[in-house]
């Protein structure tokens, strides 16, 4: 196929998908916490967080822990506080091998660019369980108790009156968006009806809500950091991602994302792995593993006070930290070692970091605070590299956000690193992503323009040059030489764009003398992303594969002449892209499949020619 540059770029955002709306709700299925928030047209200020009833504390939580209970042919049973509080019981009634419980899902099918595809997880008896749908079970929960909370409060409403917003942290990659996509649609959202949205970026929307009526302390800064003009960094802190953006105030009050977003797992579930990982070189694995198989409710007792403790501490805490130990571990403890954990620890190199005496356990500050330590280091060095990059040195104020942010060690540690810096940490940090996100949902137009995550481009052929081109790069086609795999750019990594760009070629592919099985076949059009400014070749290091659209002849045969038209549109929290076909204006967007897995491509077959 032939193509020809028309270096086009559009912008539209005409039509807007939420415009009709008249309920937008956001969905966020976090690592540690789930929930949904929403509000109404009429008022869309007034968002409405839903509230979980906690066994935990007795009282209720605008976030439910994201736990998922199956029955033995792994199909849903139950979601959040409900779930936990149900295997407990079956975990009493000794039933435990007809179910999963599974805690983490989020952590072991994510990396630092997002999500992956697995087959298995495990759940927290370390049982394999199908990965395949704990996604989309956790959103068709939530959306169900919405639509019974709507029902509830005696709104009527069309399927269509409601927008999806599905949060998810910025630094994910476009495999990552589709699994998520893809999750919602199959847990009963329509595609049109459903938006993702970036969690930093909504966060801050939210605290640009907050009335300055409301404002005190460091909040006050708010005002200062939301003048047009001024950029600050969003720091994102959830229970798996830390997830930074650099935001910049528009002249006419909106947004732009002015540098891709970036980021690690430096969560603060990390802080309860290692205290976990501490607990069991005191106990000996073995000893926590028959701990957790056997007394599973004083597991989650144990857990969920270290979750209470973990909340208090803070840079200059002194006193020490005391954890009620369940009587089933010491019991366990005895019969494994015939002592008693109180004159183990006496006797061992711990005992200068903690005692153990009527059950309770008492943690040294210092001990307590190491629990957090690689985490906040992880945190703290990442936002030093991006900041000290030259196009970050006039972010002065760094934004807060996310459940992780309210530590007061973490809050301590970033004032304490980032002295020159201002810091902002919102009343409801751990709500701004939720209650953010339905905002954005009532206007999408609030945000500008995003930086680009990656360079972006096509695989083209030309012909050779020995002043432009590789000769390693050739091959010999008939009496022509040629060059393969030459990297043709729409997007550029970290280049702002614009909300609704469109970038396009056209491209032009003769069937004349071709026979019926070739005008009857699929093309396919290879996608490349490169972490490169400028990459020439698709084969190049920097490179790889991100994806294609595969597109089939219109009517079922190619004519004589194709003329058509590869399109990339971005700016936008997914990348889109196109092929129209100029004769019949048939286009294949739905297609665009980002998780091939390891199929093969000839770079022949998958490159376009350049005209
Ligand atoms: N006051 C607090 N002090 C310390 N840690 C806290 C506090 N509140 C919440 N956390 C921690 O923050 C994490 C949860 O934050 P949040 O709800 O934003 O994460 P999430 O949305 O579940 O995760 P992610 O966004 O990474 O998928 C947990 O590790 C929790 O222990
Ligand atoms: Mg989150």
């Known amino acids: 196929m032939a193509a020809s540059r028309q270096a086009t770029t559009v912008h539209d955002t005409s039509t807007h998908p939420t415009s009709n709306k008249i309920i ?40 439910a822990p994201s736990s998922i209970l199956l029955n033995e042919t792994y199909n849903f049973v139950a979601f959040g506080y409900e779930a936990e509080e149900e295997f407990s019981k079956i975990v009493q009634n000794r039933n435990k091998d007809k179910f ?13 660019q997002g999500l992956e595809r697995h087959l298995l997880v495990q759940d927290i008896l370390k049982r394999f369980v199908p990965a395949h749908g704990l996604f989309m079970e956790s959103i068709r929960f939530l959306r169900k108790h919405f639509l019974e909370t709507l029902n509830k409060k005696g ?28 999750s919602a649609c199959m847990a009963g959202i329509k595609p049109n009806n459903l938006e993702l949205a970036f969690e930093p970026e909504v966060a801050a929307l939210h605290c640009r809500s907050i009335p300055s009526e409301n404002l005190s302390g460091s909040t006050k800064r708010l005002e200062e950091m939301f003048k047009p003009g001024i950029k600050f960094a969003v720091l994102d802190l959830g229970g798996g991602t830390a997830d930074m953006t650099i935001e910049q105030n528009t002249l006419d009050g909106k947004l732009k994302h002015v540098h891709k977003a970036t980021g690690g797992l430096w969560g603060g579930n990390k802080v309860n792995q290692a205290f976990l990982k501490f607990i069991s070189e005191v106990i000996s694995g073995d000893i926590l593993e028959s701990f957790v198989k056997e007394n599973l409710t004083d597991f989650f007792f144990l ?24 009587a089933s571990l010491l019991e366990i ?71 992780f942010s309210e530590s007061p060690l973490v809050e301590d540690e970033m004032r304490s690193n980032f002295p020159d810096k201002k810091i902002i940490n919102p009343v409801d940090a751990g709500l701004s992503v939720l209650k953010g996100a339905v905002l954005y949902g009532f206007n999408t137009e609030t945000v500008t323009a995003r930086a680009s995550p990656l360079t972006y481009g096509i695989s083209l052929y030309d012909s050779f040059n020995e002043k432009k081109h590789d000769f390693s790069k050739t091959v010999t086609v008939g ?23 469109k970038r396009s070629i056209s491209v032009y592919e003769s069937y004349e003398g071709k026979s019926d099985a070739m005008r009857m076949m699929s093309k396919e059009i290879e996608i490349f992303s490169s972490h490169e ?6 084969t190049e290091e920097s490179c790889s594969r991100h994806g294609r659209i595969i597109v089939s002849p219109p009517n079922g045969r190619w004519p004589d002449k194709v003329r058509g038209k590869i399109e990339f549109e971005f700016g936008g929290t997914e990348l889109m892209v196109r092929y129209i076909d100029k004769a019949t204006q048939y286009v294949v967007t739905g ?21």
């Not at 729409?490 to 609704?500: C, D, H, R, S």
């Open 479 to 501: 009496d022509e030489r040629i060059v393969l795999g030459c990297f043709e750019k729409f997007f550029t990594i970290n280049e702002l764009v614009e909300v609704g760009t």
């Open 100 to 112: 999963f419980f599974v805690k983490d899902f989020k952590t072991q099918l994510a990396n630092d």
């Open 333 to 403: 403890f005895m019969e494994k070692t015939s002592k008693t954990l109180a004159q183990t620890v006496k006797g061992s190199i711990y005992n200068k970091d903690i005692d153990v005496q009527r059950g309770r356990l008492a943690i040294s500050a210092e001990k307590f605070r190491s629990f957090f330590t690689r985490t906040i280091q992880g945190i703290v060095n990442h936002v030093k590299m991006i900041l000290n990059k030259p196009e970050c040195k006039d972010v002065r104020y760094i934004l807060m956000v996310g459940g």
């Open 533 to 538: 400014e400028n990459p020439k070749y698709v």
């Open 155 to 182: 709104f009527e409403y069309e399927e269509d009156d409601i927008h999806y917003i599905l949060t998810i942290p910025a630094i994910w990659s476009d495999v990552a968006k589709q699994i998520m996509r893809d």
């Open 303 to 326: 857990n969920g006070q270290f979750e209470t403790k973990k909340r208090s501490i803070g840079k200059y805490t002194t006193e020490e930290i005391v954890i009620q130990l369940p």
């Open 24 to 63: 937008v709700v956001a969905i966020d299925v976090g690592t540690a916490y789930s929930g949904y928030a929403f509000s109404y047209r009429s008022r869309p200020q007034e968002v409405i967080v839903n509230n979980w009833k906690s066994h935990a504390n007795d009282g209720f939580s605008h976030k």
């Open 591 to 611: 297609s665009v499949d980002f998780h091939q897995g390891d199929n093969q491509f000839d770079l022949l077959r998958s490159s376009v020619q350049k005209q």
